[in-house]
């Protein structure tokens, strides 16, 4: 009966951090969402300075009032092909919770969308692809307008190893 209880407050609480508010954007022809909450700013593409010996997808640091904030390009880190930078393209300034601490992190996309509050019932588990796939960075599908928005985890798009060397660039 205890295990019982447990298993459906975390399916409850997994329910309920899905729900609610979300930036959304593009890469490619896809639409994704990050939770709100994660989200700090969106600002325009600014010069981004490369720093020697990071991964592909780290385009490098910006200087943002003062701090100094590394930045990823997601098509990149999601092995789509790239593209020249357009007026729509932009940098949306997010918060990543690691092991070690909160880091402030800018990731590059196609355009940001608009902000949507997404309901418990527009939200769908996301698929198995099979046990080779690693997609623990998706929280869910969200089934809205006729299409899908891949709601991410923005915590978990980067892996330890990862954002390890990101606090090193910053």
């Known amino acids: ?14 329910t309920t951090i899905k729900t609610g508010k979300y930036l959304t954007f593009s890469l490619e022809k896809e639409e994704y969402g990050i939770g709100i909450l994660k989200v700090k700013e969106i600002i325009g593409m600014m010069p981004i300075t490369s720093v020697p010996r990071t991964p592909a997808f780290v385009k490098g640091v910006v200087n943002l009032r003062g701090k100094v904030i590394p930045v990823l390009d997601l098509r990149t ?31 590059v996309v196609d355009s940001v969308s608009e ?12 698929p198995k ?24 985890n923005i915590d978990r798009v980067l892996s330890g190893e990862e954002i390890t060397e990101i606090e090193q660039v910053s």
């Open 1 to 14: 009966m205890a295990d019982e209880r447990t298993t459906m407050d975390q399916a409850i609480k997994a």
């Open 129 to 152: 692809f099979g046990t080779q796939l690693k997609h623990d960075y998706i929280l869910g599908m969200a089934k809205r307008d006729g299409g899908v928005k891949i709601l991410l």
């Open 77 to 107: 880190k999601f092995e789509m092909e790239a593209i020249a930078y357009t007026e729509r393209t932009c940098i949306i300034v997010v918060e990543i919770d690691s092991d070690a601490a909160t880091i402030l992190l800018g990731i």
């Open 115 to 126: 902000v949507l509050n997404i309901r418990e019932e527009e939200i769908e588990e996301t």
